[in-house]
């Protein structure tokens, strides 16, 4: 039986290979990401970024 130490471990890998393949797949949709991190879905933009669009 596996310990809770290898099962965290294991889950912990697990959730990191799900996130790639989930963050890959919305760059691939078109998805920008910020550098802090944030998904932006297509065609919104940060309010004050000048793009044509901004809500003011």
């Given at each position: 039986m596996a310990s809770n130490e290898e099962v965290w471990e294991a889950l912990v890998k697990r959730l990191a290979a799900f996130g790639s393949r989930e963050k890959a797949k919305r760059l691939a949709e078109g998805w920008?990401?910020?550098?802090?991190?944030?998904?932006?879905?297509?065609?919104?933009?940060?309010?004050?970024?000048?793009?044509?669009?901004?809500?003011?």
């Open positions: 920008i990401e910020t550098d802090e991190g944030n998904m932006i879905p297509p065609s919104w933009v940060r309010a004050g970024s000048g793009n044509v669009g901004d809500s003011v």
